[in-house]
């Protein structure tokens, strides 16, 4: 392959930029724009050693800069790699990697060097997806899922449960080429018994998706509700800044506010939404018109009410809209010490919450309510997780197989039917991970990867 290199670090001013250098002339091209201190070339040195010197081009001196070095295979990507840290501002990081390129490096491409690592066998198909979602991980939750992934968790359970349908699929074939050969272990109830076990693993492994899926990558929320019931305060009151204003005048927020904040351990892509009620007013009309499409298009929508009077039209009209959409009915203003509303939020809404948005009481009743609403309450982020809609489809596949073959046997149909079957389910299980993907399904995984990456 042919050597690359890149930018690893941030496109920002920062303590240091790191340029990166991955190929089999990656030593020898990082000689070329590098000179240390005490006169040691990198080609001179062993792996996991670092070296402090300049870095420089054919005008001169760039930086002072260390060199750090990782000689194939004991890399990330699998062959050597150096990586030069400079001063992190932007015109010192692209101005050594000029010198690098000048010096026989190419740009790499999107996700290249981890695009390396798999395809040198530094990790499987699963943990180099993985990465992205560690970069992008938004919480807690969300970097715990993406790491059990990058440490091999899924692969591990994918693993076991094809190397079992192997196992199964080696007695059948010997089975139909030798049928009256006395085969071991090989009996119906054996078989139906490991694609069961299998089929149950897998179905898990879905189930939860959507689940992980909420903690990866974020839920989009409307807060909704007539004007001056607290939706703003609320979302400043989750945000923990001034994000809305905030007055007793009804109608001042006019156009959707947005905010992303972490509640729970679930990233809320939050829109505080105009208040829903008819006007004349032509500007707040059309805040009314698009809070009404948010909440349409919401995947969860925290209704707010006010607990000092009771529901008007407009309320009942916001309830209406909530129907059949994940939900959570909110009773604000509680620390006035009055409750108008008799029990009628509750009757419509699954979980109903009674907070003061202006002093923070209920917050943690909230907290738990968007938990138990979105399914994510029980969800164990140590467990295995599939992470991606590939990994989900490659499942599916491998599950619909899978059902076939017990059907098949469950019918009495002929034994090359199941071996049919449990092919087609090993195959898929084998794309997931990466060790039957073609070439194809491989660039477009990685070209959704950042370059340096």
């Given at each position: 392959?042919?050597?690359?290199?890149?930018?690893?670090?941030?496109?920002?001013?920062?303590?240091?930029?790191?340029?990166r250098?991955?190929?089999?002339?990656?030593?020898?091209?990082?000689?070329?724009?590098?000179?240390?201190?005490?006169?040691?070339k990198?080609?001179?040195?062993?792996?996991y050693s670092a070296l402090y010197g300049?870095?420089?081009?054919?005008?001169g001196?760039?930086?002072?800069?260390?060199?750090?070095?990782?000689?194939a295979?004991?890399?990330y990507?699998?062959e050597?790699?150096?990586?030069i840290s400079c001063?992190?501002g932007?015109?010192?990081?692209?101005?050594?990697?000029?010198?690098?390129?000048?010096?026989?490096?190419?740009?790499?491409?999107?996700?290249?060097?981890?695009?390396?690592?798999?395809?040198n066998?530094?990790?499987?198909?699963?943990?180099?997806?993985s990465v992205?979602?560690?970069?992008?991980?938004?919480?807690?939750?969300a970097?715990?899922?993406?790491?059990?992934?990058?440490?091999?968790?899924l692969?591990?359970e994918?693993?076991k449960?094809?190397?079992?349908?192997?196992?199964?699929?080696?007695?059948?074939?010997?089975?139909?080429?030798?049928?009256?050969?006395?085969?071991e272990?090989?009996?119906?109830?054996?078989?139906?018994?490991?694609?069961k076990?299998?089929i149950?693993s897998?179905?898990?492994?879905?189930?939860d998706?959507?689940k992980?899926?909420?903690?990866?990558?974020?839920?989009d929320t409307?807060?909704?509700?007539?004007?001056?019931?607290?939706?703003?305060?609320?979302?400043?009151?989750?945000?923990?800044?001034?994000?809305?204003?905030?007055t007793?005048?009804?109608?001042?927020t006019?156009?959707?506010?947005?905010d992303?904040?972490?509640?729970?351990?679930?990233?809320?892509?939050l829109?505080?939404?105009?208040?829903?009620?008819e006007?004349?007013?032509?500007?707040?009309s059309?805040?009314?018109?698009?809070?009404v499409?948010?909440?349409?298009?919401a995947?969860?929508?925290?209704?707010?009410?006010?607990?000092?009077?009771?529901?008007?039209?407009?309320?009942?009209?916001l309830?209406e809209?909530?129907?059949n959409?994940?939900?959570?009915?909110i009773?604000?203003?509680?620390?006035?010490?009055?409750?108008h509303?008799?029990?009628e939020v509750?009757k419509?809404?699954?979980?109903?919450v009674?907070?003061?948005?202006?002093?923070?009481?209920g917050?943690?009743e909230?907290?738990k309510?968007?938990?138990?609403?979105?399914g994510?309450?029980?969800?164990?982020?140590?467990?295995?997780?599939?992470?991606n809609?590939?990994?989900?489809?490659?499942?599916?596949?491998a599950?619909?197989?899978?059902?076939?073959?017990e059907?098949?046997?469950?019918?009495g149909?002929?034994m090359?039917?199941?071996?049919?079957?449990?092919?087609?389910?090993?195959?898929?299980l084998?794309?997931?991970?990466g060790?039957?993907?073609?070439?194809?399904?491989?660039?477009?995984?990685?070209?959704?990867?950042c370059?340096?990456k």
């Amino acid at each position: 392959m042919s050597t690359v290199a890149a930018i690893s670090t941030g496109r920002a001013p920062g303590g240091i930029g790191v340029i990166r250098i991955s190929g089999e002339n990656a030593i020898d091209v990082a000689d070329k724009v590098f000179s240390s201190f005490n006169g040691k070339k990198l080609s001179e040195i062993s792996g996991y050693s670092a070296l402090y010197g300049k870095a420089f081009d054919s005008k001169g001196n760039i930086d002072n800069v260390v060199a750090l070095l990782f000689r194939a295979p004991k890399s990330y990507t699998g062959e050597d790699v150096v990586e030069i840290s400079c001063h992190g501002g932007l015109f010192v990081t692209d101005k050594v990697l000029k010198a690098v390129y000048d010096a026989g490096a190419i740009p790499a491409e999107a996700g290249e060097f981890t695009k390396r690592a798999f395809l040198n066998g530094k990790m499987d198909l699963t943990s180099a997806e993985s990465v992205m979602n560690i970069i992008s991980a938004q919480g807690e939750q969300a970097e715990k899922i993406a790491l059990g992934v990058l440490e091999g968790r899924l692969f591990k359970e994918i693993k076991k449960i094809n190397d079992k349908l192997v196992y199964d699929l080696a007695l059948l074939s010997a089975w139909v080429d030798y049928p009256y050969e006395e085969i071991e272990d090989l009996s119906d109830n054996n078989l139906k018994e490991h694609i069961k076990d299998s089929i149950n693993s897998l179905e898990k492994l879905i189930n939860d998706f959507d689940k992980g899926q909420i903690i990866m990558e974020g839920v989009d929320t409307a807060i909704v509700g007539c004007p001056n019931v607290g939706k703003s305060t609320l979302m400043n009151l989750l945000s923990g800044t001034e994000k809305s204003i905030v007055t007793e005048i009804a109608g001042t927020t006019r156009d959707i506010v947005e905010d992303t904040v972490n509640v729970g351990g679930i990233t809320l892509r939050l829109a505080d939404t105009a208040g829903v009620r008819e006007t004349e007013d032509i500007v707040e009309s059309i805040g009314v018109d698009r809070a009404v499409k948010r909440l349409e298009s919401a995947e969860l929508v925290l209704a707010v009410f006010d607990a000092t009077r009771e529901l008007n039209e407009q309320d009942k009209t916001l309830i209406e809209l909530c129907k059949n959409k994940k939900a959570i009915g909110i009773v604000n203003k509680t620390d006035a010490d009055k409750n108008h509303l008799n029990g009628e939020v509750e009757k419509n809404f699954s979980q109903t919450v009674f907070i003061s948005a202006k002093t923070g009481k209920g917050k943690e009743e909230l907290t738990k309510a968007i938990e138990e609403t979105l399914g994510t309450a029980d969800f164990d982020t140590s467990a295995t997780a599939i992470v991606n809609d590939r990994q989900c489809d490659c499942c599916k596949k491998a599950l619909d197989a899978l059902r076939d073959a017990e059907n098949a046997l469950e019918f009495g149909m002929t034994m090359d039917a199941v071996t049919v079957c449990l092919d087609s389910a090993i195959e898929n299980l084998m794309i997931l991970t990466g060790e039957k993907a073609t070439e194809l399904v491989v660039n477009e995984i990685f070209a959704q990867f950042c370059v340096g990456k």
